[in-house]
């Protein structure tokens, strides 16, 4: 395992809003605004994500005071890396420190299908699952598009050096997407954008929580990204155990949502369902949630949760994943079991951050 720490700046500094947060027809309001062509902002994007410089000085093909516009209202980047690790596996997990002192991880996973990214959208959380170590300090704050964008840069121009790229991406890292919706559907239009990175929509993944109207409006955004609900359980009864949301968000509604999903999208939807030992994998609860999920177009993805050293919860033995997907699969669902990486790093969300930063997760 390699890792490099650089020191954490207890500073704040003045604050420029990050350039990242514009989306290309944001940046071309801002330009004419100071009386410069729209083109100009197809320029700065090209800057940005295919060369992908870290100061406006670099800008050659802009004009001088453009380039000084830019600087006094911009910055490019706000995020520090504090921590970078990679595994045995190839898995990097990066620690960044935000403007304001805060810390986020990304964690960049290697598949046989090329190089996925897991992003973070606040720092902390507010939904309070049982089994999730990001919110045991509660929310900080939402992140901007433009600090969940630089995740994303700065993943890649890691990769940079070693000449690959960065080929999907997921937003199940620390946060629940939809609390931040706003900034999650910009930096989705900037990632997916043909000047921006141009990660195909079919290549993004967004995962939530459950948050009944945010699924209704997310079905009308007309996106072909993957859709995911964090399931965790198939019983109203043991979901508000392990997801308090579900009190709030039952489970019964929350499948309507996903039906309306399915059929106003024509969008196959995948259920995580993480296997916790004793509490939700056994036989039984496979076959509830055959009956939850008969005739819908979906697809389950079964997690074999680490064990939570804040948390009580156990792994559930091998044998018994494979006796649950066996059972899911006899009665015609589509389930795949999750792959796991970076054992080494602390690869489970919020572990890194919980261990570096452990100020901020109290
Ligand atoms: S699992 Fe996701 S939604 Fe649940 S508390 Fe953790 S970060 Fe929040």
């Known amino acids: 395992m390699e890792k490099t720490t650089e020191p954490i700046s207890q500073q704040v500094e003045t604050y420029l809003p990050s350039i990242y947060s514009l989306t290309l027809e944001q940046l071309q309001a801002w330009m004419v605004e100071q009386g410069e062509k729209p083109f100009r902002a197809v320029q700065v994007y090209e800057?940005?994500?295919?060369?992908?410089?870290?100061?406006?000085?670099?800008m050659t093909n802009l004009p001088k005071s453009l380039r000084e516009k830019l600087t006094e209202q911009f910055t490019i980047t706000t995020l520090k890396t504090l921590v970078q690790q990679t595994s045995k596996d190839g898995t990097m997990k990066f620690l960044f420190e935000l403007h304001d002192g805060y810390s986020i991880e990304t964690v960049l996973m290697r598949h046989d299908y090329g190089n996925s990214i897991c992003v973070t959208t606040q720092v902390g959380c507010r939904i309070g699952c049982t089994f999730c170590a990001s919110t045991l300090g509660g929310l900080k704050r939402h992140l901007e598009a433009g600090e969940i964008v630089a995740q994303v840069v700065k993943v890649q121009k890691a990769l940079d050096e070693q000449n690959e790229r960065v080929d999907s991406i997921v937003?199940?890292?620390?946060?629940?997407?939809?609390?931040?919706?706003?900034?999650?559907?910009?930096?989705?239009?900037?990632?997916?954008?043909?000047?921006?990175?141009?990660?195909?929509?079919?290549?993004?993944?967004?995962?939530?929580?459950?948050?009944?109207?945010?699924?209704?409006?997310?079905?009308?955004?007309?996106?072909?990204?993957?859709?995911?609900?964090?399931?965790?359980?198939?019983?109203?009864?043991?979901?508000?155990?392990?997801?308090?949301?579900?009190?709030?968000?039952?489970?019964?509604?929350?499948?309507?949502?996903?039906?309306?999903?399915?059929?106003?999208?024509?969008?196959?939807?995948?259920?995580?369902?993480?296997?916790?030992?004793?509490?939700?994998?056994?036989?039984?609860?496979?076959?509830?949630?055959?009956?939850?999920?008969?005739?819908?177009?979906?697809?389950?993805?079964l997690i074999p949760v680490n064990y939570v050293p804040e948390r009580n919860y156990v792994r559930t033995p091998r044998e018994q994943i494979f006796a649950f997907e066996?059972?899911?699969?006899?009665?015609?669902?589509?389930?795949?079991?999750?792959?796991?990486?970076?054992?080494?790093?602390?690869?489970?969300?919020?572990?890194?951050?919980a261990k570096e930063r452990k100020e901020e997760t109290r």
């Not at 079919?202 to 939530?208: D, M």
């Open 47 to 58: 800057w940005l994500y295919e060369k992908r410089v870290t100061s406006f000085a670099e």
């Open 171 to 301: 937003v199940m890292g620390i946060g629940e997407p939809f609390d931040n919706y706003g900034e999650l559907i910009k930096f989705l239009k900037i990632i997916n954008h043909p000047k921006g990175l141009h990660i195909g929509a079919r290549h993004i993944t967004v995962s939530t929580s459950g948050i009944i109207p945010k699924i209704y409006q997310f079905a009308e955004e007309g996106m072909q990204i993957n859709f995911a609900i964090s399931l965790h359980a198939p019983t109203t009864e043991l979901r508000t155990k392990l997801m308090p949301i579900n009190k709030a968000y039952p489970l019964p509604k929350l499948m309507e949502a996903v039906r309306y999903y399915i059929e106003k999208t024509g969008r196959r939807v995948t259920f995580e369902y993480g296997l916790f030992g004793g509490v939700n994998d056994q036989i039984e609860h496979a076959e509830q949630l055959a009956d939850l999920l008969k005739g819908l177009k979906c697809h389950v993805n």
């Open 326 to 353: 066996r059972a899911l699969k006899k009665h015609g669902i589509n389930v795949t079991i999750r792959r796991e990486q970076g054992h080494d790093i602390d690869a489970a969300c919020g572990q890194l951050r």
